[in-house]
């Protein structure tokens, strides 16, 4: 009987001893660093997200930032060209400086796993990259690099980190093969005028856009097959068009010779292609033409989301609001921190006449930017329509605090006097436009909705002719812009709408 406890117990210890060792081996197994690295490295590949951060600018020279920003933004563009790969736009992006950053906070807003942040020293001919990929989750440093090269192979370097930071997210570039080829490698000189000209792009003031163009001209008079700097014409002259900052038959025209030329050197770029929707919707009303081309912008570069942008505007104007709301939703997931995308959601809501909607986007947008001016014209536009006219009048004021003198605020504040009834102040707005009209151009459209609100509809009319013949964009919105509303049940209204060709 003793024998058998003994033995009894010797089992019990053997098969204690088993469980304690298995469950060690379990514990190394799963917790032991290579298993730790290989489910971490198995995560990020399922991920496939990633944020360049914009780079740290170490070089002796002040004003250098326009350097290491175009160098993060080559990288970004490359990978943006991944199948398979999610990359938050530059505008977003830049917001964070990465060596200065909260990585966990930049995943978050951003909505991204993985970050790639940088430093950018340059040095007489030379320049020495240091790059270093992190998981957001815990902020693990698990790729970094260093890169000595000559400023004349920066341009190939770009798209060498780009193919190293794919292989690291074990992104399969086979299937990538032909967006990670070497693009064309201008020369210094010119690379530089280009990065500056996309510095002045990216702030959008007429001054910077008109700067911009001149950049990549001079880039382009030093590189004559530089597609990306015919394409940053295109860009810079869109954006004046659309703010009515030139006349349409200046601007749009030139956007569309450079988009032309820029894919005649590259076809493989989305930017020409969002420019020529853009061309087509706002200047040649040709609809069918114009989506075409905001969907090639979208198959070329699937993370580009200016194309995404552009097409819910789009699609707007056709009435198409459901979709123009997932679009722009899949534009604002690409750039979760962009003012304009998160104004034009709004903007999208005030044409579909959810007022209500879009004036709680709008406070949104001001809450982040306060000088935002195109949000306080929705804004104020979105007030007119609940009939607060004093509210409306202030908003439109504060985009003037931004936009000194931009008639398009002029005219909405004319139309909200007539609106209102306070009929002295509109025609005090008509003088203001006509002032202005000596050192600026200024739209038909505007002055034809001033008169509108007045109630005087020969002169409403008599503009809004002078716009179709200045082939004003504005005349895309007639059938949408609720400002309308007075004159609309006039034939010659209709004769226009059909002029511009707008579908039912």
């Keep these: ?160 980190i780009a ?80 703010g009515s900052f030139l006349a349409p038959k200046e601007a749009f025209p030139k956007a569309l010779e450079a988009a032309t030329k820029a894919l005649q050197l590259d076809s493989t770029l989305a930017e020409p292609h969002a420019s020529l929707g853009y061309y087509r919707f706002y200047f040649d009303w040709d609809w069918a033409a114009a989506e075409q081309e905001f969907r090639r912008a979208m198959a070329s570069n699937p993370n580009y989301e200016i194309g995404y942008h552009w097409y819910g505007v789009y699609l707007t104007a056709m009435k198409r609001y459901e979709e123009a709301r997932t679009i722009l939703k899949k534009a604002a997931e690409l750039d979760p921190l962009s003012i304009p995308i998160k104004t034009d959601m709004g903007f999208s809501l005030y044409y579909a006449g959810e007022h209500d909607k879009a004036i709680e986007i709008f406070k949104a947008s001001l809450a982040v930017n306060p000088r935002f001016a195109q949000a306080h014209l929705w804004l104020g536009r979105a007030y007119q329509q609940k009939k607060m006219f004093a509210q409306s009048i202030d908003e439109y004021r504060n985009a003037l605090q931004t936009i000194t003198g931009w008639p398009v605020v002029f005219a909405a504040i004319g139309n909200a006097y007539g609106m209102s009834g306070d009929k002295a102040q509109a025609r005090k707005i008509l003088d203001t436009l006509n002032q202005l009209s000596s050192q600026k151009f200024v739209t038909s459209y505007g002055v034809a909705l001033v008169y509108a609100s007045l109630d005087e509809k020969e002169q409403a009319f008599s503009w809004l002719n002078k716009a179709y013949e200045e082939r004003s964009h504005w005349l895309v919105w007639l059938k949408t812009d609720p400002r309308w509303k007075s004159i609309q049940s006039d034939k010659r209204f209709d004769e226009l709408v059909n002029k511009v060709g707008l579908p039912d």
């Excluded at 830049?94 to 990585?103: A, E, L, P, R, T």
């Excluded at 210094?188 to 003031?205: F, I, M, Q, V």
């Design 1 to 160: 009987m003793q024998e058998k406890k003994r033995l009894l117990k010797i089992q019990t210890i053997i098969a204690a001893i088993g469980v304690i060792v298995a469950l060690i081996a379990v514990y190394f197994f799963l917790f032991n660093p290579t298993t730790v690295a290989k489910k971490k490295n198995e995560k990020r590949k399922g991920d496939q997200s990633i944020a360049v951060l914009r780079f740290t600018n170490m070089s002796n020279e002040p004003g250098q930032e326009y350097f290491s920003d175009g160098l993060a933004d080559g990288i970004l563009n490359s990978l943006a060209q991944l199948a398979g790969l999610k990359v938050s736009s530059r505008t977003s992006s830049f917001k964070f400086q990465g060596m200065n950053s909260d990585i966990k906070e930049a995943g978050k807003q951003l909505g991204v796993r993985t970050v790639l942040e940088g430093s950018v020293a340059q040095r007489g001919d030379s320049v020495r990259i240091i790059v270093q990929l992190i998981n957001v989750e815990d902020e693990f440093h698990f790729w970094s690099e260093q890169y000595d090269e000559k400023m004349d192979n920066i341009f190939a370097l770009q798209d060498k």
């Design 163 to 242: 193919s190293a930071i794919a292989e690291k997210l074990e992104i399969t570039l086979l299937e990538n093969k032909q967006a990670m080829a070497p693009s064309f490698n201008p020369g210094k000189e010119a690379y530089e005028l280009y990065l500056r000209g996309r510095s002045s792009w990216n702030l959008r003031t007429t001054p910077e856009l008109l700067k911009g163009i001149d950049y990549f001209r001079q880039a382009i008079k030093l590189e004559p097959k530089f597609a990306a700097a015919y394409s940053g014409i295109a860009d810079c002259y869109t954006a004046l068009g659309y």
